[in-house]
């Protein structure tokens, strides 16, 4: 499902960054860096919560506008019952909608907002996500001070948290087009090697992207996929070689250029929600407002991992949207 | 793509683990906590003038005790990633594995909080230990008889 659109414009975006990611390349790039995992509040669930909080205040402040400005903000994150997000969204007032789809979740976000926007059901919103290493591991893995040794395709959950706000408004950045996801599984069960459960699910968003809006992959300047890491990566270009016939240039993965892997421990890169988003929303943003990149497609790829139904034997489904961004005059 | 034919190139892909190198290590760290704790039982049987046996528990005691100290001081969890079965197997690593469930889940209370969660990890290695030791108990009593 391929949406195309004519008056959609990211005005604004913040972006809120943790200790790992403050000493990884981009850290010039972000708004706000905390320099530990608790950002003065209780626990790690708590501070993931007032990331957002950050964020969303930090965007308010550079579009001028205040909460009661805004039509709906829309939020998610990996804890259980997006917790995170309806804390936050408790705190700031704004009609909220909650959105799901793991790592995708960032731009499921900005697709629901943009549609919105297109159709004038709203004026404005705000699209956040966020994710915490620390509050990520407690629910999907061993507890932080465990340790447990990990495979080296493992990935590391970034801490940060990424708001984009979206009008009707003309500016540099155009919302071009987005495809909505299908879920893929091929049966990958390995809950340490997500690139590989991913890449599937990317390839076919990237796929359906190009053959609804009827554009060769030479079209875009760039091609961001999500989190799927440095094998991930590799799996996804053999894959879409293979299956659909498309060699993907100009391609990257935002999981290999947010950390420093050569000498940050997170082995095959970054994961998580914010992931994507931190990197677009700062560093690929401002190369597009420089004009250094004219038309930008954002692959964002979600494990949809239940750890109860991997305890169950099932493989881990995944799903991946896009959605394409454009510099106008 | 068949799914039979997507692992295969998912393995393409996938790096190999340096399984001897951390054999290696996990032996040597795992042996050099062997001859530690030897050392503190006999240190222990000789300065106390305590028999062996009695030793071995204070030796137990305080290698849970440093264990569980290193876990809230917060670098226990780098060496184990570092040493891996080296560290997790002896006792120390279950000392690690309930402190650090332990110390995660302090602030949600203290029987919904620590005392559900603290053998998360834990659990599954008591279980499986009671379960075993009777298995092996009643094999050696079936085999050898009572000694």
């Given at each position: 499902m391929t949406f195309r659109y004519n008056n959609v414009y990211i005005n604004a975006t913040s972006t809120v960054a943790g200790p790992y990611e403050q000493k990884g390349?981009?850290?010039?790039?972000?708004d706000a860096t905390y320099d530990d995992f608790y950002i003065n509040m209780d626990t790690f669930e708590q501070a993931e919560s007032k990331m957002i909080e950050d964020s969303v205040d930090i965007l308010l402040s550079k579009i001028g506008k205040?909460?009661?400005?805004?039509d709906l903000f829309l939020s998610g994150d990996l804890l259980n019952q997006i917790a995170s997000s309806s804390y936050a969204a408790s705190r700031l007032g704004i009609p909220f909608m909650g959105v799901y789809n793991a790592c995708a979740t960032s731009v499921e976000g900005l697709i629901i907002g943009a549609n919105m926007v297109e159709n004038k059901q709203i004026k404005n919103c705000i699209c956040a996500v966020s994710s915490h290493n620390n509050a990520a591991e407690k629910q999907f893995r061993y507890?932080?001070?465990?340790g447990g040794p990990k495979p080296k395709t493992a990935t590391f959950t970034t801490t940060g948290s990424a708001s984009a706000y979206l009008s009707?408004?003309?500016?540099?950045?155009?919302?071009?087009s987005s495809t909505v996801g299908s879920v893929v599984d091929?049966?990958?069960?390995?809950?340490?090697?997500m690139g590989a459960v991913m890449a599937p699910a990317a390839a076919d968003t990237i796929f359906k992207h190009l053959r609804d809006t009827k554009?060769?992959?030479?079209?875009?300047?760039l091609i961001l996929t999500g989190d799927l890491g440095v094998y991930g990566r590799d799996i996804l270009k053999e894959y879409m070689k293979t299956e659909y016939g498309i060699e993907l240039k100009n391609y990257n993965d935002t999981a290999c250029m947010i950390y420093d892997r050569e000498k940050q421990p997170v082995y095959a890169g970054g994961s998580g929600p914010a992931c994507a988003p931190l990197v677009t929303y700062s560093y690929i943003l401002n190369k597009m407002k420089k004009k250094e990149y004219h038309r930008i497609l954002l692959v964002a790829t979600g494990a949809l991992h239940s750890p109860t139904m991997v305890n169950q034997k099932l493989s881990i489904p995944a799903i991946a949207h896009a959605i394409s961004l454009e510099v106008v005059e | 793509m068949e799914k039979t034919k997507y692992k295969d190139l998912v393995n393409k892909h996938t790096p190999k683990e340096n399984r001897l190198y951390n054999g290696m290590i996990a032996f040597i760290i795992g042996g050099f906590m062997g001859a530690l704790g030897e050392l503190l039982r006999q240190l222990y049987a000789y300065f106390f003038d305590i028999p062996t046996s009695e030793a071995t528990m204070f030796m137990i005691i305080t290698l849970i005790f440093i264990g569980c100290l290193f876990t809230c001081f917060g670098f226990f969890d780098k060496w184990v990633n570092f040493a891996k079965c080296g560290l997790i197997i002896p006792i120390t690593g279950f000392a690690h594995a309930m402190m650090s469930a332990a110390l995660e889940y302090r602030?949600?209370?203290?029987?919904?909080g620590i005392g559900a969660n603290?053998?998360?990890?834990?659990g599954s290695v008591i279980i499986f230990g009671v379960v075993s030791a009777y298995t092996f108990g009643l094999i050696r009593l079936l085999l050898g008889g009572i000694a």
């Open positions: 390349p981009l850290k010039n790039y972000y205040t909460k009661f400005d805004i507890p932080v001070e465990y009707s408004n003309k500016e540099q950045i155009k919302v071009d091929l049966g990958i069960k390995d809950v340490y090697h554009r060769e992959i030479g079209y875009y300047d | 602030k949600e209370g203290m029987v919904t603290m053998f998360k990890l834990a």
